[in-house]
């Protein structure tokens, strides 16, 4: 399989052909060189009601892959069944309106946004688990962004909602300063085994700090290498 995540226009127009054509999933994954379940999201998410049918019964043929109409000998009858289709350039089309949305940061404002808020938040009431919620509903987010999502407030749930927020807490982040690049120079373990060889050096002293409660005492260590010997001394801080 290609290493290109996203599909491009030229991907599309195949996976429209492919389906005209009564193409398997499967068929049209190796034609562009995609995973089936790749293909299968593809057109599952841009599959798109002919206005004119929207108000017509779902057809029973579409519970079941390839769930458009594309490849039906009866599609231009009119048979009282609403016609779904896969069209290449509106899929592409919504795909570049879907990048310029995560540039711009979350689409508060987009009809999807807040149709997934209600899938989640309906989900999350029943007790139900966010990853199971996008498994069942197929939900284009990772479960990582959606609690982002929770935490800072942007769906209509708080963290106390989920069903496991309340046993466990934050963790800690380290207030520790990060050491510059510069500090470390001449400092690593190369740069010990170098000096060694450099100097001829069989055995050595090392010293080495025991850190406890931040702010206590310390225990400064001393390792003879030459016996193999350790002492140390108790520092208040």
Not at 89 to 113: D, H, M
Not at 141 to 168: E, H, M, N, Q, W
Request: glycine share 6%; with cysteine.
């Amino acid at each position: 399989m290609t290493k290109h995540k996203h599909l491009t226009l030229s991907d599309r127009n195949d996976i429209q052909l492919g389906l005209e054509r009564g193409e398997t999933f499967k068929a049209i994954g190796q034609l562009i060189l995609k995973d089936p379940t790749t293909v299968s999201k593809e057109v599952k998410r841009n599959k798109q009601i002919r206005d004119s049918t929207s108000n017509n019964l779902p057809c029973p043929l579409l519970n079941k892959a390839t769930f458009v109409c594309n490849g039906c000998p009866k599609r231009r009858q009119n048979r009282g069944y609403q016609k779904i289709f896969y069209l290449a350039k509106q899929a592409q089309k919504q795909y570049e309106q879907t990048l310029v949305e995560a540039r711009e940061g979350t689409p508060l404002n987009s009809q999807t946004f807040w149709d997934m808020d209600k899938i989640i938040s309906d989900g999350i009431k029943k007790g139900q688990h966010i990853y199971h919620i996008l498994k069942t509903h197929n939900l284009d987010a990772s479960s990582s962004t959606l609690y982002r999502y929770i935490r800072k407030g942007y769906l209509s749930i708080a963290p106390i909602d989920l069903a496991r927020a309340v046993k466990f807490k934050e963790r800690r982040k380290s207030k520790l300063p990060s050491i510059p690049k510069e500090a470390k120079k001449g400092r690593s373990y190369e740069d010990f085994q170098n000096y060694l060889a450099l100097h001829q050096l069989d055995s050595w002293l090392e010293m080495d700090t025991v850190m406890g409660r931040m702010g206590g005492k310390v225990l400064l260590t001393f390792n003879l290498s030459f016996c193999n010997f350790i002492f140390a001394r108790l520092l208040d801080n």
